[in-house]
């Protein structure tokens, strides 16, 4: 449960769409870190919100509008922030594990340093994010757009991600990446070859005999 004496200035910033409330409540209060666990803030419009180092685990954001927020450091274990506008928001150092990011915007977002492991990242677009030394073991990438994503010395194993998405990021394979985690390519791969497998060899055409020359 979040804690009253923190939630007030933040749903008093949103029922007067002035998000420079709780900014100002924050400055004020630059020692308190917080208390925000299990809030429901779904579709909420957080835009430009300072929540850095907040306790939201388990928060819901469905569908919030987070541009540009600042959420370094915030503990966002379990939340749920499916379809939620992330676009060029501060997440650097963030925890996201077991979080629910599918279909978040995450465009040019920060995430650098961030764990992810485990989260929900399915269909997420992911254009020009700074992935820089993330964990994200164990995440689920299928269908994430990574078109220009930073990814050097991220940590990808056992993630779910396909081959062709990771080919699109910033310098695959190349000199901006040294160490991508090789265990998710191996996995695709061996997917690819037990599909192939069930397929079977193609099966060779019937060789016709001249009539009269029976084989």
């Avoid at 020692?31 to 929540?51: H, K, Q, S, V, Y």
């Avoid at 078109?147 to 194993?157: C, N, T």
């Avoid at 040294?178 to 390519?185: G, I, Y």
Wanted: aromatic content about 2%.
């Amino acid at each position: 449960m979040p804690d009253k004496e923190h939630l007030q200035p933040l749903i008093d910033a949103i029922a007067a769409s002035d998000l420079t409330i709780w900014n100002r409540w924050r400055l004020e209060n630059a020692a308190t870190i917080p208390d925000l666990g299990g809030i429901d803030l779904a579709e909420a419009d957080l835009r430009f919100a300072n929540l850095s180092d907040a306790n939201l685990i388990g928060a819901n954001l469905a569908g919030a509008n987070l541009f540009h927020a600042n959420l370094r450091r915030a503990n966002l274990g379990r939340a749920t922030l499916q379809s939620a506008d992330l676009k060029e928001a501060d997440l650097s150092s963030a925890t996201l594990t077991y979080a629910n990011l599918s279909s978040a915007n995450l465009q040019g977002a920060l995430l650098r340093h961030g764990n992810m492991r485990g989260a929900d990242l399915s269909d997420a677009d992911l254009r020009r994010a700074d992935l820089v030394r993330a964990d994200l073991r164990r995440a689920d990438l299928t269908g994430a757009d990574l078109a220009g994503a930073q990814l050097k010395d991220a940590r990808l194993s056992e993630a779910r991600v396909e081959e062709k998405a990771l080919k699109k990021s910033e310098n695959w394979l190349g000199s901006g990446i040294s160490r991508l985690e090789k265990a998710a390519l191996r996995v695709l791969k061996s997917k690819k070859t037990a599909r192939n497998r069930t397929r079977g060899p193609r099966s060779k055409p019937p060789v016709e005999t001249p009539a009269g020359n029976p084989s």
